[in-house]
């Protein structure tokens, strides 16, 4: 209003002028405030467009402006990268300076609030123990609040304080964010750890002694896989393979007994294994057909990821490329030696004996830790045999078999000692008494399909040689080093026990029956190692497969994840 008024008043001057023939003395200043009126102090970009005039009252108007880049052709206001930008804009009238005038030129809301959450929950853990940092700026932009409102005050307030507590809590911050008029909410997520996690794993390990120690153990139930109110995650194994299947099916054993059963207690910031006895009663499931159909049942994946076993019995593949000892160099120690019974009883339980005559007391789990392409089993069948053959004495560096994501290569006699577990001449240790297997893990090869192989050698090592689901070791539990590394870091061990468990069963139970699978689909197919299958890209409906055993069908159902 207030322009159009000077406007009007600017014309009636000029126009008293022209008629009186005298030369117009021009306002230029009034002339600038007028055309700089027009535009706010405020401008929200991508929002706000201006038509920059050209000419006003027969006057030449010319704009500067001292970042051109935020103004485009059309006049209008480009949003700025990073942070509002503060525009000074001067105008001239036929050539002569008439005002400035700075303008802040606003990001655009939108994205300043999805950035404004975006770094609140940068500083916001998943999960922690302590005081939770809750930002109540952002960077040095004025006029910005944040403020928060926590679902359990009493134990993380809202100005993010930890209070102690026992167990752990979940958290929901309900967050406020208001500029400039506006505002936005959010929630974040915390989980607020209670004791220590490694104080919890105790707990749960007294919790465990007692609830197994009062269970009553039948067919078909399943294991602890939590505590009710201390959380963590329980997966299992037993001894016996047959005890335990998917780290928490439990199933009787064939005789009555004492029975070890292994647990694995997880949180993010603690990771134990404990070892419970229990004494079990016979199951009632004795007719080897029932209990086949039972595994195929239980022990066939109910979703998929990458690889699939359907157990058939098969066992392990193995290409047999022995070292004798007709080579320039020796690189193993030896016939495995015998153990005397006081380093069976502490390496492994009072009144364990030998299960074997080659003095086989453990399987050791490797991985290359060689993650270049081409290293296939292959690779290191030659690393072995150049070690053995070449003309200088090699490192004492040597294992038995190297499995890949499709063949496994024998280089050693089980009843030799080699070089793999670092633990020198220990009798009862690693080296001295162990089968060493390294996967390889080279990134042309499948990971999983290298994992299963590597499950389906040691079930039949186990077997050959009389041992249980209690001789396989990981490198690491010989000595200080993460190895097999992904397996350990992944947490991936008892995942790979359970597989080695049902293939010791597929290979002493199933392989008494003629076990073939229907499979109505194109979503599996085969791989180079019997019984395994890949899952094809581009399927997502969940399939059925036919398990046919002794002219009985069973009715498998398999999510594609
Ligand atoms: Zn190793």
Redesign the pocket.
Known sequence: MKAIKIRYFLFMIGLAFCLTGCKPSVNYDEIGQTLLGDLPDLIFANEFQYDFPEEYQGHKITWEFAKSDYIDESGKFIEPPFHDATLKLSVFVDGEKAGTKNITLSRNLTNYFSEIEKYVKSFIKDRARGDVRLMTTYYDIEGIEIGYTSSKPEIVDNTGKYYNHEYDEEIIFDVSVSFRGKTHEFQVKHISVGIPDMEKVVKIDEWLQEELANMTFVDGMELPQTHPLYGGRIRWIAEDPFVVLNNKDFFLPMDEGTYMLMAEINYPGAFEYFRYFVDLQATEIKDPLERAKCFIEVATPKEIEEFIVLYNGEGANITRNIIGDDVNWQVHGGTKPEVPQNVLDSRMYEGYTMPNEDNVLWI?V??T?MKLTGLFAEAFDKVQWDRATGDTKPDSVSWHYTVDDHQIIQNYEDDIACW???DGSAIGGGNKNGIGI?MCINPDGKYDASFRNDARLVASLLIRHNLNMANVKR?RDFMS?D??ETMIKERRWFEFLDLVAKEYISQTLLSQFEITYEINSEALATWPIAGVYQKVDGFTEDITVIAKIASEELSLAIKLN
Do not use: D, I, Q, T
């Open positions: 050791v490797h991985e830790g793999h577990a670092g390294e490198h080093k190895c097999p």
